[in-house]
């Protein structure tokens, strides 16, 4: 069985080992059919995703010389498998994949299954959020993004990278793990200014560290960014946190303040 890693630069392992994929074109070309994980792609939409606004004088036969050199790649790497694992459709190029082969698609998977945790098992989320989160190598294919399906793509699972950080930092956070998760909170909050979400978990963590100045100069900043960036006034759910620590509300040293989102 083939592995297949996108978070980070494109990465196929075999049983032997890494397979290099050679050439920009072909990179995008595996790139495109994998973000699709398992659905057709039309070939109008590689072309597109490959040759942009330079498409070449005879796009079909293009096109074909690269899929013939992907499947040749392939069987090269899985000599013993019975069905191709590119192969055409009416709706266009369908590259198969199995459970576990997709890095993107397993990573996927950890964070809805932690959806339905995190509320009853905070322990089991942190954990299973961590292990997802180590997936991660880098941008998701290494900042070689192509053209419009793989930009949304990264778009997509990096939404999902952050919501998994979130529920990460609240079952930390519901657990006590206020003072491990501080400095990654900090970076988070610094990275992504604009996320309520992390300047509510960090703000938290900073009182319950017995640090209330930081923590509402935290908010203050939060504020004025809003303002400058979007003009607008920090949610009601952010304002309830700084009302909280302005007031020493027992409820923040609990978990009544750190509900699942």
């Known amino acids: 069985m083939l592995r297949f890693s996108i978070l980070g630069a494109l990465q196929i392992r075999t049983a032997l080992g890494p397979a290099e994929i050679s050439g920009d074109l072909q990179r995008t070309l595996i790139q495109t059919l994998l973000v699709s994980e398992g659905q057709p792609v039309s ?11 330079t498409v070449p004088d005879n796009q079909a036969n293009a096109l074909q010389a690269h899929i013939s050199r992907l499947r040749r790649k392939l069987r090269s790497l899985e000599p013993d498998r019975r069905a191709p694992r590119l192969t055409i459709h009416p709706s266009g190029y369908r590259f198969a994949l199995h459970e576990g ?12 299954q932690a959806e339905t945790t995190t509320a009853v098992d905070p322990a089991a989320t942190a954990r299973l959020l961590g292990e997802a989160l180590a997936m991660w190598r880098g941008p998701v294919f290494g900042g070689f993004p192509g053209g419009t399906l793989c930009q949304l793509a990264s778009a997509r699972y990096q939404e999902h990278r952050m919501r998994a950080m979130e529920l990460r930092f609240g079952a930390e956070l519901r657990l006590g793990n206020h003072a491990v998760i501080l400095a990654e ?46 003009g607008i006034e920090p949610s009601p759910a952010l304002r309830r946190v700084e009302h909280a ?16 989102i």
């Not at 070939?43 to 606004?53: A, I, R, S, T």
């Not at 988070?188 to 560290?209: D, K």
């Open 43 to 53: 070939g109008e939409g590689l072309v597109d995703e490959m040759w942009g606004e």
């Open 101 to 112: 082969e997709l890095d993107a698609a397993e990573f996927t998977k950890a964070v809805r």
């Open 185 to 230: 909170l900090h970076e988070a909050h610094t990275s992504h200014p604009l996320r309520e979400h992390f300047c509510e978990q960090l703000m938290v963590a900073l009182y319950r560290s017995g640090r209330q100045a930081d923590a509402l100069q935290v908010y203050r900043h939060m504020w004025q960014h809003l303002d400058d960036e979007l």
């Open 245 to 260: 620590i302005l007031s020493h509300d027992p409820a923040l040293a609990g978990a009544a303040m750190l509900q699942p």
